[in-house]
């Protein structure tokens, strides 16, 4: 209020301020070794990366920041106190409020004309790419908001020494303690109170083009609790009742500031600018946290420290959305006992999520991952999937390269539970069987097929997988899916859609379905499949073909004849992979009976669950055919990669304008003003 | 007004200023004399509030003008542009500012950055800015130090003006000649404690006056 009683006087004190510093060599020199070091980092940075994005530039500045603001700032008020030029204005005495603030004023002012010349960046960016213009705005508002707290911080430490030097020193260790403060050995504590207190991740959220009124509350806190604590350190030494009664008063607001910030923080709304969402957490996963009911305690094991606070940051999405979960990140080697109380890998690390003495584990730090264990700990029980043999099927137990072994731990490391069911002997599926998975039989079903047809109709689920290798025709247990395997092998003609040079392993790299089986799925293959044809889906169904060949492409009847003959080959575009659902007829608790269907089964085997998409497809598929398709269809915004075409002549100007330049215009300002003031 | 009743203040348990009581008119001008560490510079801090006193009280009737006894000004700015600073930390207009520069006959430096200022023409920037505007209490610690024998002359001139204009001066000064000509009245501390307060005479009895009472107080 006293601030706002006397804007004229700070508004004089302000220009006085500006003037003084302006006249040192300070903010040159400080602004040309800035930008030097700046444009010479991140350009290598850019080099490397070869992506048009100003993210990487906003810690390099802020760091520079960390040290620069401080020295710009530790004169402020030591070297008044030095020169005795505070003994005039205490003896008036100009009001301590605006004492501080302008000096904190012409300080910040000072930084974000040093930080000016980065918006250069931006425009080259814009001038050689097409960058995502968000992040871009957001990064520099992180980076003006932390020279303005930066300069709070470092007009306390000023006011508190009695040294320039000294007060430099103690405002840049602040700086780092701040900036370091979400980090301890092996984790991030992000959570805690000090993690809330770095600045490193509160600027991480604006770089990747997040505007959280959490962390704008928080930097602008920093700035007044930095103030507030200055105005008793400026009450002369020797005046101990005003310091005392300075104290109380700094005392009671920094205490209101805290309490105001932190309960802004807690529950801040933030803002994604990114255009394509990237920070938004898909209406799917909001449904799933909408579902979540009580506290959810969630530990994620990372192996590496920006993959810690890759991890901190997603979370602390999923933290905004329910209140009551809570996380912690740290590395395999910090809590060994716990990491294997939770069940993850202490090598690939993992994420555990505890609910009610349940715990639901997901393999990787995803959103996708995140949200199905999520989804699998609010259905309160793990997924029972029954895997079909007895028929020459693959077997879950086999680590040779056609078993399913490595296919069946990928399922367990979802939270489902695996049973091998010989419809050999018994051929009955228990109900409690959640999904039946047909994994290409090559013997004659029998007594099977009905068995497999009766759990279906009974609203059971089912992925089936064939392979042309195989007689055993499938298509029977399909049929109220309108769904139909057509014998023959896929031969691709089109050389991007294929793998290698080998026509008859298609790739499929783009679906066209809306079933969540197949969102934001990255491209599968399949070596040697049958044709999956989807009729007319009867009332109440509905099937569709997920993936395709392409045009190119047909079906060999022969593949003694290679070639394409119009009088027996069909042609493409053949249908791989197709998903259908029907109302069930029980009364079970599931609404529909599912299925999802593969002309192919090898791609699940221990051969080659592990490349392409494959452990995706099959963890998206058993999702949707053992969950609610409103907790799995989650299909997380990522971010389009930007390219950026940074030739050799291109950097040689981005150098030469801002790491020669612009360094070279802040030193030809202070030799300016230095031969300006020689004559005056 | 300048009222000083009981002023008492210690530093590491040794009295720098002990009981001191004063008063110094509107209208007067009062030299403060003693010895080196006599505590001068302790009570003209105290009577600013620059320093809380251990015991007894100081009133001062603002606006103050204060001239510290090592001065410094921002060397970056200029002898208008700092006098401006400090009219508007005053709550002074703009034109206060040329009548200081007239007054202390620096109008000709006004454009001068005050670090390219020679020692003498910054302590006429301290004494113009300490009599800026209408100060009704003036507190100078040595003012004429640095300074050559006209503009000495033209610094008491000043002085007495200021003090004419209504304001109360307390001046501390090792010039026995200086107070003699200047002041109404004199006050001399010694060891913290006042050992005189009374009308000036003529320079040879304020001399014989402060070496006796400044002695005295040394042997007791």
């Known amino acids: 209020m006293t601030v706002l009683r006397n804007r004229g006087l700070a508004r004089r004190l302000l220009v006085k301020e500006l003037v003084v510093l302006w006249c040192t060599p300070l903010p040159y020199a400080a602004g040309a070794v800035m930008h030097a070091t700046l444009g010479l980092l991140y350009l290598s940075e850019l080099q490397a990366r070869q992506q048009a994005a100003l993210a990487p530039l906003v810690p390099l500045a802020g760091f520079l920041l960390l040290v620069v603001v401080p020295v710009l700032a530790a004169r402020t008020v030591a070297e008044e106190r030095r020169l005795g030029t505070l003994d005039v204005l205490d003896a008036v005495p100009v009001p301590r409020g605006a004492l501080v603030v302008s000096k904190w004023a012409a300080t910040a002012l000072t930084a974000l004309v040093l930080l000016l010349p980065a918006v250069g960046f931006a425009a080259l960016l814009s001038a050689w790419a097409e960058p995502d213009k968000g992040p871009m705005v957001t990064g520099l508002v992180g980076l003006a908001l932390l020279a303005l707290a930066l300069s709070a911080v470092g007009v306390a430490a000023s006011a508190a020494c009695t040294q320039q030097a000294v007060a430099a020193l103690v405002a840049v260790a602040l700086g780092l303690a701040l900036w370091f403060a979400h980090v301890e050995p092996g984790a991030v504590r992000t959570q805690s109170v000090l993690g809330r207190l770095s600045i490193s991740e509160r600027l991480r959220s604006f770089a990747g083009g997040a505007l959280d009124a959490g962390d704008v509350v928080f930097f602008l806190g920093v700035v007044v609790l930095a103030l507030v604590v200055a105005v008793p350190l400026v009450v002369p030494r020797g005046n101990r009742r005003g310091r005392r009664r300075a104290w109380a008063r700094a005392a009671v607001a920094a205490v209101a500031v805290a309490v105001a910030s932190g309960t802004v923080d807690a529950g801040a709304a933030a803002v994604d600018l990114t255009e394509d969402e990237a920070l938004t957490l898909s209406a799917q996963t909001r449904s799933v946290l909408r579902a979540v009911e009580g506290p959810v305690r969630v530990t994620a094991v990372v192996g590496d420290d920006r993959g810690r606070s890759e991890a901190a940051a997603l979370l602390g999405r999923y933290r905004k959305r329910h209140r009551g979960l809570t996380f912690r990140v740290f590395g395999p080697g910090e809590s060994p006992g716990e990491v294997r109380r939770l069940g993850i890998d202490p090598v690939l690390g993992g994420v555990a999520f505890e609910r009610r003495g349940a715990i639901e584990r997901a393999p990787d730090v995803s959103e996708q991952d995140l949200t199905a264990a999520l989804a699998r700990l609010v259905r309160g029980r793990s997924a029972s999937l029954c895997v079909a043999s007895g028929h020459g099927e693959a077997d879950i137990a086999s680590s040779t390269g056609e078993g399913w072994q490595s296919a069946a731990e990928a399922l367990r490391a979802n939270g489902y539970r695996i049973e091998a069911v010989d419809l050999l002997r018994a051929p009955t599926i228990a109900a409690a069987c959640d999904a039946l998975v047909v994994s290409g039989p090559t013997s004659a079903l029998g007594p099977a097929e009905a068995a497999i047809t009766t759990y279906l109709a009974a609203g059971g689920s089912a992925l089936v997988m064939a392979d042309p290798v195989s007689t055993v025709d499938l298509s029977p247990i399909l049929s109220p899916y309108a769904i139909s395997l057509r014998r023959g092998i896929v031969f691709e003609g089109d050389d991007g859609r294929r793998l290698g040079a080998d026509p008859i392993t298609p790739v499929v790299s783009s679906f066209r379905s809306g079933f969540p089986v197949v969102r934001r799925l990255p491209p599968v293959f399949f070596a040697g499949a049958q044709q999956v044809v989807v009729g007319k889906p009867g009332p109440g169904a509905s099937a569709a073909v997920m993936g395709e060949t392409s045009a190119l492409s047909y079906l060999e009847q022969d593949p003694a004849d290679e070639g394409f003959d119009e009088a027996v080959d069909t042609p493409g575009p053949l249908g791989l992979l197709a998903a259908g659902d029907v109302a069930a007829a029980s009364k079970r608790d599931r609404a529909r009976s599912r299925v999802v269907v593969t002309g192919d089964a090898d791609w699940a085997t221990n051969g080659l669950i592990g490349q392409a998409g494959h452990a995706r497809l099959l963890v998206q598929a058993l999702d949707w055919l053992t969950l609610d398709e409103s907790l799995v269809s989650v299909s997380p915004n990522i971010a389009r990669l930007r390219s950026l075409d940074l030739s050799a002549a291109r950097l040689r100007y981005a150098r030469v304008l801002m790491a020669g330049l612009v360094p070279l215009l802040f030193i030809s300002g202070g030799l300016a003003v230095w031969g300006l003031r020689r004559r005056l | ?220």
Do not use: W
Not at chain 2, 53 to 66: F, K, L, M, S, W
Not at chain 2, 113 to 142: H, I, M, N, Y
Not at chain 2, 180 to 199: K, N
């Open chain 2, 1 to 220: 007004m300048i009222s000083a009743r009981g002023l008492s203040r210690a530093f590491g348990g040794r009295a720098a200023v002990d009981n001191l009581t004063f008063t110094v008119g509107a209208g007067e001008v009062v030299a403060f004399l003693g010895p080196n560490g006599a505590g001068k510079t302790t009570a003209l801090r105290m009577l600013l509030g620059l320093l809380a006193p251990d015991a007894g009280t100081a009133e001062i009737t603002r606006p103050v003008g204060y001239l510290p006894e090592r001065y410094a000004a921002y060397d970056a700015l200029t002898v208008r542009g700092y006098l401006r600073v400090l009219a508007r930390v005053n709550g002074l207009e703009d034109s206060a500012v040329s009548d200081a520069l007239g007054r202390s006959g620096l109008h000709d430096l006004a454009r001068r950055p005050v670090g390219r200022l020679s020692r003498g023409q910054r302590q006429k920037v301290g004494l113009a800015q300490a009599t800026l505007g209408t100060p009704q209490t003036l507190l100078l610690d040595e003012p004429t130090q640095g300074l050559d024998p006209s503009e000495v002359l033209a610094a008491r001139r000043l002085i007495r003006d200021t003090a004419e204009r209504g304001a109360a001066v307390l001046f501390s000064t090792h010039l026995l000649a200086e107070a003699a000509s200047t002041c109404d009245r004199v006050i001399v501390i010694a060891g913290g404690r006042l050992v005189a307060d009374e009308p000036v005479t003529d320079v040879t009895t304020l001399e014989e006056r402060f070496l006796r009472v400044v002695g005295a107080a040394a042997l007791s």
